[in-house]
Structure formats: C-alpha cells, structure tokens
C-alpha cells in the first residue's frame, strides 16, 4: 500500500505561481508523478519522477512546471511557473512500481496507481 495526501492547491492569476506537495508514506514507489483533470476533460498526466531521479513532463507543462522530491521529508512537489487558465483543474499524486518511470507509462497504468485526493488549482485570466 502507498499512501498520498496533496496539499498546495490554490486560485491564483494568470502568470502566477503555486508549489504542490503529495506527502508519501507506505511502500517506496519507484515511479511517481502528477495527473490534473479539469471538468469534462480525461485525466491527463502531467509530470513523473522515477527513483533514480529521471524526470519528464507532458509537452503542455515542459519548461514551466518543475516536479521534485525531498527524500527526507518523503514529499512530491510539483512546482508552477507562468500558470494560465487551462492550467485550471484538480491535481492528482500518482504512484507505481513502473520501471522505467515516465510520465506515458504512469498513465498508461492508470488503473493500478495508486492515487491521492487531489487539491484544486484555479487560474483566473
């Protein structure tokens, strides 16, 4: 069992930014990683973190969203830059034992991740 709690969500403008924080405890995941869905929208991946560090972003984040993980604290983070309003969903943790860890096969898997609650963000023009 893996289990993720998120925290962070926020309204924020266009242009702003926001850190998002999935607190980890249980079995160590070797593939971690960020989805959002908006409303009407598929769950989309966003970004994922692999246990040696390896990282990779949906073309829709890349050069503006940065995740990371503080292996002491035991704590995801992603971090926004320049948010706009399709930026504007629920933010879901995700965690797998993929090898290797991309944020394509994390959704791939989506139907044995294990997931957290999710935290709102909303981005105003």
């Known amino acids: 069992q893996v289990q993720l709690v998120e925290s962070g969500g926020d309204s924020v403008q266009a242009g702003g930014s926001l850190r998002l924080s999935c607190a980890i405890s249980g079995y160590t995941a070797s593939c971690l990683g960020w989805f959002r869905q908006a409303p009407g929208k598929e769950r989309e991946g966003v970004a994922a973190?692999?246990?040696?560090?390896?990282?990779s972003y949906a073309d829709s984040v890349k050069g503006r969203f940065t995740i990371s993980k503080d292996n002491a604290k035991n704590t995801l983070y992603l971090e926004m830059n320049s948010l706009k309003p399709e930026d504007t969903a629920m933010y879901y943790c995700a965690a797998n034992f993929l090898r290797p860890c991309t944020v394509v096969r994390l959704h791939d898997a989506t139907r044995t991740n294990y997931w957290g609650q999710g935290t709102q963000v909303t981005v105003s023009s």
């Open positions: 973190f692999g246990s040696y560090g390896e990282t």
